[in-house]
């Protein structure tokens, strides 16, 4: 693992920094190739925003450093599939919970080797419902913020059988699964839950929506027997691409043409460097 703090060598940050002490800014996990950094203008674009919407907004000039130092510095490191890993947090300063009114910013850039999903992308995945539900909150919904806790805890309950959970909110609608965003078929419209109050709007989960023409997405507040009544199932996310499902909760599900047809789809863009 090769880390930069601040565009510099280092793996340490400072035990004041704001990340450390109240999760205080936002990430991003790129899925890097050999010559090429996948969806970097939407995992960059959900940043900003991020960092816009903690009042810790980049400037031009600091957009245009890390774009560069991405292109120049990072991708030239990278050798085989790898994982590019963005953080930016408000740094030191302010007064508790106070926030410092000019901050600024610690950049922690780390190069990571990637996760294989090639066998779960052949032969699907079991989910199974969490416990743990979903906290709405219209001023980080959308983002990739550093307080990942209900993650972290229902990640905790997961069975070793299951690959990931599905998390509903509280008014028991289907929001996402623990690292990933949940799409299903049903007689061939593809459905995804909307995550305009909470959840994480990915970037894969986006290229979906805007990038294939095959099929007609509908995106709305869905309940678990929604996803139950489904033909299809399938989760995603920037690294996994698309993971069919062939189970949840001990209902059985095909891994159907229409999964392996936007599995197709979506790979060649990966490869074409279209995202």
């Known amino acids: 693992m090769t880390w930069f703090v601040n565009y510099r060598l280092d793996n340490s940050v400072s035990v004041a920094d704001r990340g450390l002490a109240y999760g205080d800014g936002v990430f ?5 190739l050999p010559h090429s950094l996948l969806q970097t203008e939407d995992h960059l674009s959900r940043l900003f925003r991020g960092l816009s919407k903690l ?6 000039d600091q957009q245009n450093t890390l774009k560069s130092f991405l292109n120049f510095q990072v991708l030239p490191l990278i050798n085989e599939e ?4 963005i953080i930016v947090t408000r740094g030191e300063g302010g007064r508790g919970y106070l926030a410092p009114e000019n901050c600024i910013q610690s950049i922690v850039i780390g190069i990571l080797p990637a996760p294989n999903y090639k066998v779960h ?7 199974s419902v969490s416990p743990v539900p979903v ?3 219209r001023f980080l919904a959308g983002i990739k913020h550093l307080n990942r806790l209900e993650n972290v805890i229902a990640k905790r309950f997961l069975m070793p059988f299951d690959f990931e959970a599905i998390m509903l909110n509280a008014d028991k609608e289907l929001v996402e699964c623990i690292q990933s965003n949940l799409f299903w078929y049903k007689q061939g419209v593809l459905y995804t839950p909307s995550l305009e109050k909470t959840g994480v709007q990915g970037t894969y989960r986006k290229a979906i929506i805007e990038q294939q023409a095959e099929y007609i997405v509908q995106v709305g507040r869905y309940l678990l027997s929604d996803l139950m009544a489904a033909d299809e199932v399938f989760i995603t996310n920037s690294l996994m691409g698309i993971v069919p499902v ?3 909760t001990g209902m059985s599900f095909p891994i159907g043409c229409h999964t392996r047809k936007l599995q197709i789809l979506m790979q060649a863009k990966d490869m074409h460097g279209t995202h």
């Open 55 to 60: 009042a810790m907004p980049f400037s031009i």
């Open 28 to 32: 991003e996990t790129i899925r890097a």
């Open 246 to 248: 062939v189970g949840v």
């Open 135 to 137: 906290s709405s909150n």
């Open 121 to 127: 992308q052949e032969k699907g995945v079991s989910l």
């Open 82 to 85: 790898s994982v590019v890993k």
